[in-house]
Every structure is written in C-alpha cells, then in structure tokens.
Antibody
Framework: QVQLKESGPGLVQPSQTLSLTCTVS????????VSWVRQPPGKGLEWMGV???????AYNSLLKSRLSISRDISKSQVFLKMNSLQTEDTATYYC???????WGQGVMVTVSS | DVVLTQTPPTLLATIGQSVSISCRSS???????????LNWLLQRTGQSPQPLIY???KLESGVPNRFSGSGSGTDFTLKISGVEAEDLGVYYC??????????FGSGTKLEIK
C-alpha cells in the first residue's frame, strides 16, 4: 500500500541547514509528485514545495531562497534541504503524495541552540 | 496567491448535531479545464491530516456519508450531518486550482460538548 515516511534530526541549531528525507513505498516517484508541508506547533498547514514526476520543482515564494527539494528515484526518496533556519522554522514537517491524498506521519523539528 | 478564509474558527457541537464549515476563496477556484480543485482534510489531534473530500463534493474512500461538500466559484461548505465523537479535530480546506502554491484555509476546530 501507499506509504510515506519522513526522517531527519529532531533538533537543529539556528542558522544551520535542515535536511529531511521522505521515503515512499507503494508508488513510483516518476508517476506521482510529492509535496512538503509544514505545521508550526498549534498552527495551520503551510505548503513548502513540490517535486513533479519529471523532476522539476516549485516552491513557496516565501521560502524559495532557502529551500531545495530533490529526489533519488532508485531509492524512492525525496529530500528537503532548507538553510538559515530560525526559531520560526520549528514545526512538524510532512511529505504528501499528490495534493494531500496520502501523508506521512510527520517529523517534528525544533530549531534551538 | 489564493487566500482561503474558513469560518468559524471553532465549532462546539453535541453528538448528533449537524454542523457546517465555510471556506471562501479570494478568487474563483473553477479551473479552465472545468474542474474545481477544492478539497477538505481532517486532522485529528496528534495525527497527520487525512483527506475527506476532493473536487468539492466527492467523498474519499472510507469516509462516512454523513460528510458532504458543496459550493462553487468562491464559496464552499463542508457539512457533517449528525456529528459523532470521532469527528473531533481540525478541518482544513485546501485549493490547487491556482497551483503553485497550494494553499490551505486557517482551519476550523470541531469540539464535542
């Protein structure tokens, strides 16, 4: 069945770079696109960006200068890298297939020294 | 970017009561292909969002038929006909007619009396 699972560090220091991995199963990254969505504690959902089936990407304009999404098709993995982290980036980070048809469990990332 | 305004922010309901949530868009969500890409999600406490309704009114597999969606253009409604205890959580509308970016409403928290 379709599954997505995020992984990465739970704690990142301010100004450092966040690296997250979304490992998928049950579908191919060449057939379905994957988005990253984040949710600060107690707040709503924010779309971050998407990697399309052909490998091109699109980003939230507010994050574009700091964000990169890539993938490894052979490993069924999608990667998120975001630099210059600040405390406001503390959130649960989700990957999702298509436009939210399937979601990962999320990974909580805290930005703190 | 499309702004989705959800009301009310909080909804207090008794078991069996029917409730409605409104989602208003800053611009029409009718795509040039004739589809309206407005979905509804439910996020239970501590869980990932799960899809409820897609294309305004189509129920995702396994979603009880007490849930219904309606609307067109800029005004959309999610109705629960006979709230059950398992329905508590935060409901989000989301659009991807004008995508990227995918945008979410601010959420409506359903609480049970």
């Amino acid at each position: 069945q379709v599954q997505l699972k995020e992984s990465g560090p739970g704690l990142v220091q301010p100004s450092q770079t966040l690296s997250l991995t979304c490992t998928v199963s049950g579908f191919s990254l060449t057939s379905y696109h994957v988005s990253w969505v984040r949710q600060p504690p107690g707040k709503g959902l924010e779309w971050m960006g998407v990697i399309w089936t052909g490998g091109s990407t699109a980003y939230n304009s507010l994050l574009k200068s700091r964000l990169s999404i890539s993938r490894d098709i052979s490993k069924s993995q999608v990667f998120l890298k975001m630099n210059s982290l600040q405390t406001e980036d503390t959130a649960t980070y989700y990957c999702a297939r298509d436009e939210g048809g399937y979601w990962g469990q999320g990974v909580m990332v805290t930005v703190s020294s | 970017d499309v702004v989705l305004t959800q009301t009310p922010p909080t909804l207090l309901a008794t078991i069996g009561q029917s409730v409605s949530i409104s989602c208003r868009s800053s611009q029409s969500l009718l795509h040039s292909n004739g589809n309206t890409y407005l979905n509804w999600l439910l996020q239970r406490t501590g869980q990932s969002p799960q899809p409820l309704i897609y294309l305004v009114s189509k129920l995702e597999s396994g979603v009880p038929n007490r849930f219904s969606g309606s609307g067109s253009g800029t005004d959309f409604t999610l109705k629960i006909s006979g709230v059950e205890a398992e329905d508590l959580g935060v409901y989000y509308c989301m659009q991807f007619t004008h995508y990227p970016p995918l945008t979410f409403g601010s959420g409506t928290k359903l609480e049970i009396k």
